[in-house]
Structures are given as structure tokens and as C-alpha cells.
Nanobody, 123 residues
Framework: QVQLVESGGGSVQAGGSLRLSCAVS????????MGWFRQAPGKEIERVAT???????AYADSVKGRFTISRDNAKKTLYLQMNSLKLEDTATYSC?????????????????WGKGTLVTISS
């Protein structure tokens, strides 16, 4: 059974850093497209970062140069390192996977989701 469980959220001041983790069970993270998404209150869900099976990454313009997506297959974990955090990064962050695709396609919805972890940035 596929499960995605996020952790690492919390409150941090603007300019600080957080690392989110997503524990994967049921498959090896490098096999398929995986990604991080976020949703702020009252806003649409945003694709933050994705990683293909070959390690190719992609980022939203809003986080380029500040966030890094990575994975550890031995630990079966997906990560999102977030640096230089801004107030507008406040959101619930969820990891997700497309278990039908090895390469991420922005036009395809992910088919497995974690429940999310809340990140709050304060001034």
C-alpha cells in the first residue's frame, strides 16, 4: 500500500530555513515522478517542486534559488529544503506522487498525496 507522510513543518521567522520530509512506503521514491505542493489559505494549490525518476528537478518561479527538492532512496524519503523563507511561503505543504509516470508532467494531476504539514512564516 502506498503511503506518503510529511513531517518537518512548523513556525519560523522570515529569512530562516526549514526542511520538510516525506516518508514513502509502498515503492521506491526514484521510480516515479514526485513533488511538493502547497496551498495557502484562500489560494489555489501551487506546484512547488518536482523530481523525475532520473533526478531532473523543476521549481516554481516563486521558490527558485531558495528551495531544493531531493530524495534518499535508502531512507525512502523525499525532502524539500527551504531557505530564505518569506511571509508568502506560509502554507500547508504536501508531497505527492504520480505512480504512472517516471517523468513529471505539469499538466497531469498527481495520483497519491500525503496529508500535508503546515509551514508558518512570521515577521
Amino acid at each position: 500500500q502506498v503511503q506518503l507522510v510529511e513531517s518537518g513543518g512548523g513556525s519560523v521567522q522570515a529569512g530562516g530555513s526549514l526542511r520538510l520530509s516525506c516518508a514513502v512506503s509502498g515503492y521506491t521514491p526514484s521510480t516515479y515522478c514526485m513533488g511538493w505542493f502547497r496551498q495557502a489559505p484562500g489560494k489555489e494549490i501551487e506546484r512547488v517542486a518536482t523530481i523525475d525518476s532520473d533526478g531532473t528537478t523543476a521549481y516554481a518561479d516563486s521558490v527558485k534559488g531558495r528551495f531544493t527538492i531531493s530524495r534518499d532512496n535508502a531512507k525512502k524519503t523525499l525532502y524539500l529544503q527551504m531557505n530564505s523563507l518569506k511571509l508568502e511561503d506560509t502554507a500547508t505543504y504536501s508531497c505527492a506522487a504520480d505512480l504512472l509516470m517516471r517523468w513529471c508532467n505539469p499538466g497531469r494531476p498527481m495520483d497519491h498525496w500525503g496529508k500535508g504539514t503546515l509551514v508558518t512564516i512570521s515577521s
